[in-house]
């Protein structure tokens, strides 16, 4: 049981290029998160999915994409990168979308963008 | 709107007692998280809070208080491993588990 992975672990970007984030969870979660986490800032939610095949908006969902093909996978893509997109971002999951649901994060991915 | 505000730092004493703060004000409110965070690592589950008092998980207690919007984050018989971030963190309505977090206390604990 690996819980949350995330890949890659770190990436170094230029200004415009595109990349993909892939989350993928074996808790059987339906619900599942992406973050980006800066220093002085907490935590921010950049989309979202309540299930296979759905995704939403977050908080900070600007110059990002999301895709929900399969349960356990949620994939987080730049399609043009810019500095200020520079961050580690986290991807999360839930059982539900119970209040006290805990969230499982995965280590990270740091992204550093040029 | 939501505002959630931690100290930024604290450091205490090996087998010391220290307690974190937080104060919230959210619009609505279903529940209180306390994350740990290690540097350059995951945040991984503490506590949760959803009723006003203490709870008390070993060495950690979390306390509530819904109508003063603040929380804290008690921690006893301090090691050297406790040295990390804790991520305040409120649940509002919204459909899935909409968290909202503060910024973190980085404690440091020294010998």
């Known amino acids: 049981n690996a819980g949350v992975t995330q890949t890659p672990k770190f990436r170094v970007l230029k200004t415009g290029q595109s990349m993909t984030l892939l989350c993928a969870q074996d808790?059987?979660?339906?619900?599942m998160y992406w973050y980006r986490q800066d220093p002085g800032m907490g935590l921010r939610l950049i989309h979202y999915s309540v299930g296979e095949g759905t995704t939403a908006k977050g908080e900070v969902p600007d110059g990002y994409n999301v895709s929900r093909l399969k349960k356990q996978n949620f994939l987080l893509g730049l399609e043009s990168a810019a500095p200020s997109q520079t961050s580690v971002y986290f991807c999360a999951s839930s059982y539900s979308s119970g209040v006290q649901e805990t969230q499982y994060f995965g280590p990270g991915t740091r992204l550093l963008v040029l | 709107g939501q505002n959630i505000d931690q100290p930024t730092e604290m450091t205490a004493t090996e087998g010391a007692i220290v307690q974190i703060n937080c104060t919230y004000q959210t619009s609505g409110f279903n529940g209180l998280f306390w994350y740990q965070q290690h540097a350059g690592e995951a945040p991984t589950f503490l506590s949760y809070n959803v009723l006003d008092g203490l709870e008390e998980k070993g060495r950690f207690s979390s306390f509530l208080s819904r109508s003063k919007g603040y929380s804290y984050l008690l921690l006893k018989e301090l090691q050297m491993k406790d040295s990390a971030s804790y991520l305040c963190?409120?649940?509002?309505?919204?459909?899935?588990?909409?968290?909202?977090f503060g910024t973190g206390t980085k404690l440091q604990v020294i010998p």
């Open positions: 808790m059987n979660h339906e619900y």
């Open positions: 963190a409120v649940v509002s309505p919204g459909g899935y588990q909409k968290v909202t």
